[in-house]
């Protein structure tokens, strides 16, 4: 069973750092990827970063470009998003979201796409980011 468990989540100022976790289990997938979504109250939910668990490569959106950094963990099979500078605007629930099989076609869907919730098949509860001015 496919598990994705977050943490980190937290209230801080304008111009602070957090490092969310996301550990996963429950599959055995040597590559596959990895991404973090954002979601406001009342707005959709937005791809901020992915990350491919056999290469490394990595996709931020340009919200987050330069202040956010995706890494992920290959022993302990946890996902991290660094933030820093946050803003007010960074404000959400937070997701780690996977797909496991990254089948032909999946990165050229990802590039053309950009970080989409239809791309990926599991998804964990979320934590909470707020960020106050």
């Known amino acids: 069973q496919v598990q994705l468990v977050e943490s980190g989540g937290d209230s801080v100022q304008a111009g602070g750092s957090l490092r969310l976790s996301c550990a996963a289990s429950?599959?055995?997938?040597?590559?596959?990827?990895l991404a973090w979504f954002r979601q406001a109250p009342g707005k959709e939910r937005e791809g901020v970063a992915s990350?491919?668990?056999?290469?490394?490569?990595?996709k931020y959106a340009d919200s987050v470009k330069g202040r956010f950094t995706i890494t992920h963990d290959k022993a302990k099979n946890t996902v991290y998003l660094q933030m820093n500078s946050l803003k007010p605007e960074d404000t959400a629930m937070y997701y780690c979201?996977?797909?496991?099989?990254?089948?032909?076609?999946?990165?050229?869907?990802?590039?053309?796409?950009?970080?989409?919730?239809?791309?990926?098949?599991?998804w964990g509860q979320g934590t909470q980011v707020t960020v106050s001015t």
């Open positions: 979201a996977a797909n496991l099989d990254t089948a032909p076609g999946f990165d050229d869907a990802l590039q053309r796409l950009g970080i989409t919730p239809d791309l990926f098949a599991y």
């Open positions: 429950g599959y055995n997938y040597k590559n596959n990827c």
């Open positions: 990350i491919y668990t056999g290469g490394g490569s990595t």
